[in-house]
């Protein structure tokens, strides 16, 4: 076990190297991280009254922060366990429910939604209820990875148990957090930007990342998977990102009926060649 770990290590290492030296620093961004540290602090103001979807026991707001701004955070998850786990103090209150399903008094400042979406199999529903829980010009900020990725496209063909064994034999540290069912419905930025946008919420911030590590663990078919994403870049552009960060402002209200409608002329027009 220690020589298969050590192999693995060694593999990662060369890896890191590999970005480091002949990969673009546009491809390196890691957008968890990115979303976390960076593009989700731009749209945090004081006062605000924040709905986090899907955040569970991880809250994306910390104490500090909170304390800081004044803010009332409530969270949403259809787990009642996970959002018990969470840090007393840091939800205000919390709400059990399926985000496919909810449906939310149009109250919040911001909603916070990551890496979520892509285990919801009705994105559209999800967004429907999104654009309910937001007051008018509220914000709702999302990071997801892309159905487009190639960690994607294997996560959607492997059967569950194995995808689940073989991820957190390479990496350990992922058996918190993840190994949830995914579904990467309509998951791409094209596909977002269609759905929101029939649901009263407009586009104004997004960031594309093309970084993942899912292959990092074996050298020669990282350098094969990093070809591909350039390739894919030059090809496809924004749809070959591995994951992506969207900010929108809710615009006006939608009504249902319109929704449910627009909801089914949405396709599926961005997949990967």
């Known amino acids: 076990m220690n020589l298969v770990r050590s192999f ?14 002949a990969i673009p620093e546009k491809f390196r961004k890691d957008g968890n991280d990115d979303f976390r540290r960076s593009f989700a602090r731009l749209f ?11 955040g569970g ?7 500090e922060t909170k304390k800081r701004l004044g803010l009332t955070v409530t969270g949403l998850d259809i787990d009642a366990g996970e959002l018990s786990k969470a840090p007393k103090g840091l939800y205000d209150e919390t709400i059990c429910a399926d985000i496919t399903s909810f449906s939310g ?8 939604c990551q890496a979520l979406l892509e285990h919801v199999k009705d994105v559209s529903a999800a967004f429907e209820s999104i654009a309910s829980i937001l007051k008018k010009d509220g914000t709702a900020i999302i990071f997801v990875p892309s159905r487009n990725a190639v960690f994607a496209r294997l996560n959607l063909l492997l059967p569950e148990r194995l995808k689940r064994s073989l991820m957190f034999f390479i990496f350990p540290h992922m058996r918190t957090g993840h190994g949830f069912p995914s579904y990467y419905d309509h998951c791409t930025p094209a596909d977002f930007r269609k759905i ?3 649901r009263g919420l407009r586009l104004v911030d997004s960031r594309l990342y093309y970084q ?3 292959f990092s663990f074996l050298f020669p078919v990282y350098v094969l998977w990093r070809l591909w994403v350039i390739l ?3 090809a496809k552009r924004d749809q070959a990102a591995e994951t992506f960060s969207m900010a929108f402002v809710k615009t006006h209200h939608c009504d249902p009926g319109i929704s449910e ?13």
Do not use: H
């Open 196 to 198: 929101a946008a029939a």
């Open 261 to 273: 409608g627009r909801k089914r002329e949405v396709t599926d027009d961005a997949m990967a060649p």
């Open 8 to 21: 693995i290590e060694f593999n990662c290492r060369w890896s890191n190297k590999f970005d480091s030296l």
């Open 57 to 63: 026991k991880q809250p994306y707001i910390d104490r």
């Open 105 to 112: 008094d149009a109250t919040a400042d911001l909603v916070i």
């Open 232 to 234: 894919f870049w030059l």
């Open 44 to 54: 945090l103001k004081p006062g605000m009254k924040i709905v986090d979807v899907g």
């Open 212 to 214: 993942s590590s899912y």
